[in-house]
């Protein structure tokens, strides 16, 4: 059917819709990029946090299995769990006042390191410290 021949079209429209349709399906296109691009970014940040709450996992672990000792003695201890490296350092605290009676609890200061194996690091790694009251291995005599 001609333009001339639809009494329903004017002079000048006849290619008019066709050229919205082509800008509705370019809006969309550009929308569509942005909101992909979008979801792609949450993604990442998803992983990373996800990263990140495995270490900090770790590190509570490793501090309440250092907690659950008997006796806690000082020193350096590094091990890899599921891809984390880890290390901890244990530190008698020293304190005011006479010395501790042999066999009695002591306060040490435990801090816990975890990192993720080289080369895939994401995010900040968490490093704990507290204080544990525990005993210190008997003296040599």
């Known amino acids: 059917m001609t333009p001339a021949a639809d009494p329903h079209v004017e002079d000048g429209e006849a290619g008019f819709v066709l050229v919205e349709?082509?800008?509705?399906?370019?809006?969309?296109?550009?929308?569509?990029?942005?909101?992909?691009?979008?979801?792609?970014?949450?993604?990442?940040v998803v992983e990373v946090v996800d990263a990140h709450f495995r270490r900090l996992a770790l590190a509570q672990d490793l501090v309440e299995s250092v907690r659950a000792r008997a006796i806690v003695a000082p020193g350096r201890e590094q091990g890899?769990?599921?891809?984390?490296?880890?290390h901890i350092e244990i530190a008698e605290v020293r304190r005011a006042g006479p010395p501790a009676e042999p066999g009695s609890p002591r306060p040490f200061r435990l801090s816990v390191?975890?990192?993720?194996?080289?080369?895939?690091?994401?995010?900040?790694?968490?490093?704990l410290s507290t204080l544990v009251l525990a005993r210190a291995p008997a003296p040599d005599a």
């Open 80 to 86: 890899v769990s599921d891809g984390i490296a880890w």
């Open 113 to 127: 390191f975890v990192v993720e194996a080289p080369g895939t690091s994401k995010g900040r790694r968490p490093d």
């Open 21 to 44: 349709a082509l800008v509705a399906f370019a809006i969309l296109a550009l929308v569509s990029i942005a909101m992909l691009r979008a979801f792609a970014g949450t993604m990442d």
